[in-house]
Every structure is written in structure tokens, then in C-alpha cells.
């Protein structure tokens, strides 16, 4: 019970972030924000950009790395919701690509694309926090959650190291390019463990 729980509250978290994320992109290129002029050919391109990388970001996911995996398994159970926000993601990006279609063409008709794109996705957000985690709680059994919360603490892990290894940190020792020398006054550094 209580790693079914862990693993809803970090997957609600994850939403929490999608939503922000979404909305704010949504709030600062919703067509009816814009007073004045429209904008430019580069801004409805630097839109997309932005619309792109919050729409990976929903589709990378855990929940759709682990759980979603695991309600396929379940067959019939899941199938039809399942089957509706399939249609709603293949919605969201068939209205991401009609915008950068037209942020091509410098056609104003992207903001709308982009909006578009931003409440089909929400609205998948929405329903998956209101219908598809309770029936995720129901359907999958305690031992596999336990195997999704261990899947998901490996991931986190890895792209903690893959994260570090970028910035030169490597399991919490400083890189080279920090500091090289030693003082006989500091202690030394112990490494952290995750």
C-alpha cells in the first residue's frame, strides 16, 4: 500500500509540472493575449519550439513509461479509456504539427494550432488524474507496484548521474574544473549516496 502510494504522489507531482508547464505556454500564446500587433514569423516559430518541447515532455512521462505500460497488460479492463486518450494525444499532435505547419508560412492560424494543442493535452491530464490513477489503483496489484516505484527510482537515477556527469559532478565529488586544489583545513568530501 504505501509504495502504491509513493508511486501515485511522485506520478501526481509529474502531472502537477505538465499542467504548469502547459498552461503557462498556453497563457503567454493564447491568440486573445496578443494586443496590438501580431507577432512576428520568428516568435510564431519560437511558439512551436516551446510547444514541442512541453509536448515530449507530457509524453515522456513515468506514467506513461510504467503505468501505462501495465494497464495494457490488463487487457479489456483499461482498454476503452486508454483507447480515448490515445485519440486525444494523436489529437494534441496532429493540432502541434498544423502549427508549426502554418508558423512556417508565418500564418497567424498557429496560436490557435498551439491552443489547440495545449487543451487537448490538459484535458489528457485531466483525465488521467481523474479516472485513469484510481483505476491504476484498482487494476494493478501491490507486488507490480512495487516494480514500477523500483523502475522508477532506476530512472531517476540515471538521469541524476547523466545530469551530474554534464555539470562535471559525478555521485556528489566535485569535477576538476572546480577546484583542484586541496586544503589542509577542509574535510574531505564524502560521496552521496541515492
Not at 503567454?28 to 496590438?36: D, E, L, N, Q, V
Not at 490488463?74 to 508549426?100: P, T, V
Not at 498551439?114 to 501491490?142: F, H, N, Q, S, V
Not at 537515477?157 to 577542509?186: F, L, M, Y
Request: hydrophobic share 45%.
Amino acid at each position: 500500500m504505501l509504495t502504491s502510494t509513493y508511486t501515485l504522489v511522485a506520478l501526481s507531482v509529474e502531472q502537477a509540472r505538465a499542467r504548469v508547464d502547459l498552461q503557462a505556454l498556453l497563457d503567454r500564446w493564447r491568440p486573445a493575449a496578443w494586443w496590438g500587433e501580431p507577432p512576428a514569423a520568428h516568435q510564431y516559430e519560437a511558439a512551436c519550439a516551446a510547444l514541442r518541447q512541453v509536448s515530449d515532455a507530457c509524453q515522456w512521462r513515468k506514467l506513461d513509461k510504467f503505468v501505462l505500460p501495465a494497464l495494457r497488460r490488463r487487457g479489456a479492463d483499461a482498454g476503452a479509456l486508454l483507447a480515448e486518450l490515445d485519440a486525444l494525444s494523436r489529437r494534441a499532435h496532429a493540432a502541434r504539427m498544423a502549427a508549426q505547419a502554418a508558423a512556417a508560412d508565418g500564418d497567424p492560424g498557429c496560436l490557435g494550432a498551439l491552443e489547440e494543442c495545449c487543451e487537448l493535452l490538459l484535458e489528457r491530464l485531466e483525465r488521467e488524474e481523474r479516472e485513469l490513477l484510481p483505476l491504476a489503483r484498482t487494476l494493478i496489484c501491490g507486488d507490480h507496484w512495487f516494480t514500477i516505484a523500483n523502475q522508477m527510482l532506476a530512472h531517476d537515477t540515471v538521469q541524476n548521474e547523466h545530469r551530474d556527469a554534464g555539470r562535471g559532478v559525478v555521485r556528489g565529488i566535485a569535477g576538476p574544473e572546480v577546484s583542484v586544489r586541496k586544503s589542509a583545513v577542509s574535510p574531505p568530501v564524502a560521496p552521496i549516496v541515492n
